[in-house]
Structure formats: structure tokens, C-alpha cells
């Protein structure tokens, strides 16, 4: 069964196991795992190259640049309990065999929101940039996050930047902006804007 996204040029969004999605193109597809801890290890070196070069070559990710590969192993190994824990998803975007992308929903544990989860670290690999990875990455997201109970999606970036045209374009709403919300190495402030999603309410990405 094929779930069709009308205003994302044709493409689909199909699931073809529990824990994998395809973005069926008329070239080779882009396939959406999700990574549980045990997949982890061998994810592992290949997560850790794609977000050194995200975070070095200019988006943060909560991290200051420069980064070594030392300190971007040690932020994905710190996942591994709450991924075994099933308080977070990891998704990850494959070429062929090539990582090109990821992204994560932190689900809320509080039982008064069993309902809501945060989107957290989306990224894609430089070389991969401008082939509608990051949208199929954000529909297999919603997907999984349905598949969880989940339904209002929240995130934080930084504002007046590309990142929020693109969530703004998938149906995300602004909540408001947060001044100097972060800084880089040398102290410069960075506003973020808070944003939202419910997906009990259509949009037209269908997302």
C-alpha cells in the first residue's frame, strides 16, 4: 500500500516492513530504516563521519564546531540506552549501502503526554543535499511517529535560517522565537524558533 504526499512532486512514502520506508522515485530509492541499539554498532561509523561533516561544515546540531570524530562517536553511543529503552527513534536514510541522512524523535515519557514527541537532529550528508532526502527522512518521521501513538511534533531551530522554510513548508506552525537561544565558539547569539505539528490535522504535504 502506497500513501501518496500530493504536493511533494509524486513522490511516496511506502512501507515495506515495520521499521522501513521507501521513497519510490524514478531513480534508485531512497530507503528509511529504523536503527534499533543493536543495529547501532553497525551504523555506527558511518552516523559518526556524516555528523562531523554536518556539524563542521556549518549546522550546529547542538554542538560547537569544530568537532572531532571522537566527540561525535561518543554523542551516538549515548543514545543507545534510551534507543533500547524505546523513549527514542533513530532513523536513518539510505543510498544503496551509503548513509546520507538521519533523524530522531525523542518520545515524551510523562504521562501526561503520552501524545507528543520532539524532532531532533535531522540531517543530510552534504553530497546528497537538493534530492528531497531530508522531506522523505520527515515523512518516514511522521509515519513512525503514528505508529507511536504520536501526534503533536515538536522542534527548535535556528530562526530566519533554511532549516525553518523547510519545516514551515511540511506544515509546521511557529510558536515563537527565543533570542540568543544558543552560541557559537566565539560567543555569537543565535535565535531559535519553537515550532509545531499536529498530525491529527491534514496539511497538504500529507507528511
Known amino acids: 500500500m502506497r500513501i501518496a504526499f500530493p504536493s511533494d512532486d509524486n513522490q511516496f512514502l511506502m512501507p515495506t516492513q515495520q521499521r522501513s520506508y521507501t521513497r519510490v522515485t524514478g531513480s534508485a530509492p531512497i530507503i528509511i530504516r529504523s536503527v534499533t541499539a543493536l543495529e547501532m554498532v553497525g551504523v555506527l561509523p558511518d552516523l559518526v563521519e556524516l555528523f562531523a561533516e554536518t556539524v563542521n561544515s556549518g549546522s550546529p546540531l547542538g554542538f560547537l564546531a569544530p568537532i572531532t570524530h571522537t566527540t561525535a562517536r561518543s554523542y551516538w553511543v549515548?543514545?543507545?540506552?534510551?534507543?533500547?529503552?524505546?523513549?527514542?527513534?533513530?532513523?536513518?536514510?539510505?543510498?544503496?549501502d551509503t548513509v546520507v541522512g538521519s533523524g530522531q524523535l525523542a518520545l515524551s515519557q510523562r504521562h501526561n503526554s503520552p501524545h507528543r514527541a520532539e524532532l531532533q537532529k535531522l540531517f543530510v550528508g552534504l553530497a546528497s543535499r537538493g534530492r528531497g532526502v531530508g522531506r522523505t527522512l520527515m515523512n518516514a518521521l511522521h509515519a513512525a511517529a503514528r505508529q507511536h501513538g504520536r501526534t503533536l511534533i515538536l522542534l527548535s531551530t535556528?530562526?530566519?535560517?533554511?532549516?525553518?522554510?523547510?519545516?514551515k513548508s511540511?506544515?509546521?506552525?511557529?510558536?515563537?522565537?527565543?533570542?540568543?537561544?544558543?552560541?557559537d565558539r566565539v560567543?555569537?547569539?543565535?535565535?531559535?524558533?519553537?515550532?509545531?505539528?499536529?498530525?491529527?490535522?491534514n496539511t497538504d504535504d500529507q507528511g
Not at 535556528?158 to 519545516?167: D, L, N
Not at 511540511?170 to 552560541?183: A, F, N, S
Not at 560567543?187 to 490535522?201: K, P, S
Open 78 to 96: 549515548s543514545l543507545i540506552p534510551e534507543l533500547e529503552a524505546g523513549s527514542r527513534l533513530l532513523l536513518v536514510a539510505y543510498d544503496g
Open 187 to 201: 560567543g555569537n547569539r543565535y535565535n531559535h524558533v519553537e515550532m509545531y505539528r499536529d498530525l491529527t490535522v
Open 170 to 183: 511540511l506544515g509546521y506552525v511557529e510558536v515563537g522565537v527565543i533570542p540568543g537561544w544558543t552560541i
Open 158 to 167: 535556528r530562526h530566519q535560517e533554511p532549516a525553518e522554510t523547510f519545516y
